[in-house]
């Protein structure tokens, strides 16, 4: 490892202390390497001429040739120069609030120039602040690519803007003078053709060219991910040798039996390649950790149990974890139902279970008399003991993290086998990173005699039509879901969007025809379950709601669901409430209000729910829209803390990079041997720098 990777910014040309401390302070940029690694975060092409005609459609950086036709100094105190300055196609003013009088100085009309900077709109005009600006007889060569750095009004007001940054670098690259060491051995360059780093890291800074530009970033792209997903697969590797898991050695009687005589339905393909797995698992005797995907309706809740049944036959108890009360009642029920006749003791436990009945459930787990607990989040509390915890499910949370995982693991000498189930896609390269350390199940098909949702986007001008509409499918004897957005900011206005909306259904709706539930996030579980129950029941028509129903609520009699201000809802979230409906009704409708202006992203959004119904199509433009960060939560990514590859734009370099890794392991698992040196040494380093990394699975 070469010294002056960690030698002290402050010993750069150009930094002093004083800028030290801000790059420290600002950027995070200690050490030259710090620096070396600080990315533009785009370029801009300075071999271009812009017309003025063309600046209004242009965002960003602008580069102009014309000729100043007027200077003009203004204010007393605080000096300003305005100059005019035109081409062919128009004028714009180029503004100059600080050192006014020297620029003046240096600037003649009539003469010509060429001008970069920033286009921005100030009062009512658009003009350029602070512009680069050249004499032409000046230009010697004409600069390519240029780089764009991020900064802030700190480092700016200490000459560290990204003109700034970009002479630092420079001075950098002067400074270490080639030194700079390969991080990846010769096999792999060779082999993926990639450019060396030293020339990658001079490329990203100051570009040869566009060819070369890519080629950089390619390299230091494929470079990370290729570390990471090493990491990972090592990691996964390194948990299966040390974790023995719970081994099962038969199928049981409670599994045959409920396939014999108490399944509702034949299993898709899907579902009995799912158990499957899950059962091979169980009989390996490692530990299992894995995802199962599958679309909203898909039918995981079945495997789910299913598999449980063959934890329960030998021996073990079992728990499944819910997101919302809703739910878990809703498995509570559904699970009762289906295995009460098998002898299976179900319990569920909630936050709002009262006292005295939670002293009586945890009194059961611990003798065993559970077989199934199902629960919120209050499953996980440390009180909650099992006597014999063999496998946990948790549904619907694909965010439910490590640290979530590691509490559940504690709940048995031998952690019990844990499965997560999620109707929300995770766009593949992201479950190969963020995931990268589980095992992944893929439910890719749909139980038969579900029918596609006709769905529409209607805007406030045609509410009438679908109002009647409404009424058209009651008379047929269907049900009606009508959501309401959640503004996090304010609960209250939430509640009276919700309520308002309530009192207008209720109006256009009247008694004793239609019969309306209602359930938001400010009613007690108890009242929400009831008000659920009689729409599940059929008792209500209508059911108005917040978000609170997204997940896994099943009424197959619905036929549509109507989501109110659309534009305000995530993609995902549209695709889970869309899935509520088409799960039994002849024909079923999902309806999208909302208002006439959209935003670019609205539109995207709601454009991609009439186009497809495909859950994982859907959340492909999802984390395109939204960036893998906000999918995971800000918490989540950060542990990626990816530099330059952007896991929704690099897919493929994603699994290149995985599958390289994975054959260096498979021939070498402990990477072994001198031609893998390099990579040892740099594993090494970069998991030092992640100390909390180490503690996981
Ligand atoms: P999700 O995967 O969204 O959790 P569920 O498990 O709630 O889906 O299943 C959705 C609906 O499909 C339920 O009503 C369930 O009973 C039904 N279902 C599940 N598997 C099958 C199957 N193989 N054939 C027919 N219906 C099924
Ligand atoms: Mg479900």
Excluded at 26 to 31: A, D, F, G, W
């Amino acid at each position: 490892m070469s010294d002056w990777l960690i030698t002290p910014i402050e010993y750069l040309k150009g930094v002093g202390p004083q800028r030290a401390d801000l790059l420290k302070k600002e950027l995070r940029i200690y050490q030259f390497e710090h620096l070396l690694y600080h990315f533009p975060f785009r370029y801009v092409d300075r071999s271009v001429h812009h017309k003025v005609k063309e600046l209004l459609e242009l965002e960003g950086f602008a580069q102009l040739k014309g000729r100043i036709i007027d200077i003009s100094e203004t204010g007393t105190k605080q000096k300003r120069l305005t100059v005019k300055f035109q081409d062919e196609t128009g004028m714009i003013d180029l503004v100059w609030f600080q050192g006014a009088k020297w620029m003046k100085s240096q600037l003649h009309i009539g003469k010509e120039y060429q001008v970069f900077g920033k286009v921005k709109i100030y009062g009512n005009k658009w003009n350029i602040p602070h512009p680069e600006i050249v004499a032409i007889e000046d230009i010697k060569i004409n600069k390519g690519l240029q780089s764009v750095y991020n900064s802030t009004e700190k480092l700016v007001s200490k000459g560290l803007h990204t003109r700034g940054l970009e002479t630092l670098c420079l001075n950098l690259l002067n400074q270490i003078n080639g030194n700079i060491y390969e991080t990846l051995p010769p096999y792999i360059l060779k082999r993926k053709n990639l450019m060396p780093l030293a020339e990658a890291l001079k490329n990203i800074h100051f570009p040869e060219s566009q060819i070369q530009l890519e080629r950089a970033q390619y390299r230091l792209k494929f470079e990370e991910l290729f570390y990471l997903q090493l990491e990972l697969l090592l990691r996964k590797e390194l948990s299966l040798k040390r974790t023995k898991g719970i081994k099962i050695n038969k199928v049981g009687k409670y599994f045959n039996e409920f396939y014999e005589h108490h399944l509702p339905f034949q299993l898709t393909n899907a579902q009995k390649k799912v158990i499957k797995e899950i059962h091979q698992d169980f009989l390996s005797g490692k530990h299992m950790n894995r995802l199962l995907q599958g679309d909203v309706g898909s039918g995981k809740t079945l495997v789910a149990l299913m598999s449980m049944l063959l934890m329960i036959g030998n021996g073990y108890q079992t728990a499944i974890i819910a997101p919302t009360e809703i739910l878990a009642n809703q498995h509570f029920v559904g699970f009762t139902e289906l295995l009460e006749p098998l002898g299976i003791k179900v319990d569920i436990l909630t936050g709002s279970v009262s006292k005295k009945r939670r002293e009586l459930i945890h009194e059961n787990l611990r003798n065993g008399n559970t077989h199934i607990l199902v629960g919120t989040h209050a499953l996980l509390e440390d009180v909650v003991q099992f006597s014999n915890l063999g496998y946990v499910v948790i549904d619907e949370q694909h965010r439910f993290g490590v640290a979530q995982r590691a509490k559940m693991w504690k709940k048995n000498t031998k952690p019990p086998h844990i499965l997560i189930m999620t109707a929300t896609p995770i766009p593949r390269t992201l479950a190969m990173t963020f995931y990268g350390d589980l095992e992944v199940s893929v439910i890719d098909e749909l139980p038969p005699g579900r029918k596609a949702i006709n769905t529409f986007h209607k805007t406030e001008s045609a509410r009438l039509s679908v109002l009647g509409f409404i009424r058209e499918q009651i008379s047929f004897g269907r049900q009606i879901y009508i959501v309401y957005p959640l503004i996090r900011e304010s609960e209250t206005l939430d509640y009276m969007n919700l309520m308002e909306g309530f009192e207008a259904i209720s109006r256009t709706f009247p008694l004793p025809e239609f019969k309306v539930s209602i359930v938001h996030g400010q009613m007690k579980a108890k009242d929400k379950d009831f008000e659920m129950q009689r729409f599940v029941r059929g008792e209500t028509q209508i059911m108005v709601a917040t978000t609170v129903i997204e997940v896994g609520v099943n009424v197959p009699n619905a036929s549509v669901m109507l989501i109110e201000s659309s534009e305000r809802f995530g993609l995902s979230q549209l695709h889970q409430l869309r899935g509520r409906v088409g799960r039994g009704a002849e024909k079923s409708y999902c309806i999208l209000m909302s208002g006439n202006k959209l935003s670019k992203e609205s539109k995207k959004r709601i454009q991609t729910m009439v186009r497809t119904q495909d859950g994982f199509e859907i959340a492909e433009v999802d984390m395109e829209i939204r960036g893998p960060g906000d999918i995971l939560g800000t918490q989540q990514s950060g542990m990626l803390d990816l530099k330059i590859a952007d896991l929704s734009r690099d897919a493929e370099i994603v699994t290149e990079a995985r599958n390289l890794a994975k054959k260096i392991l498979g021939s070498t698992p402990e990477l072994e041997g001198v031609e893998n040196e390099i990579l040892r040494i740099q594993l090494k380093k970069k998991l030092k720098n992640k100390p909390n990394w180490s503690k996981i699975s």
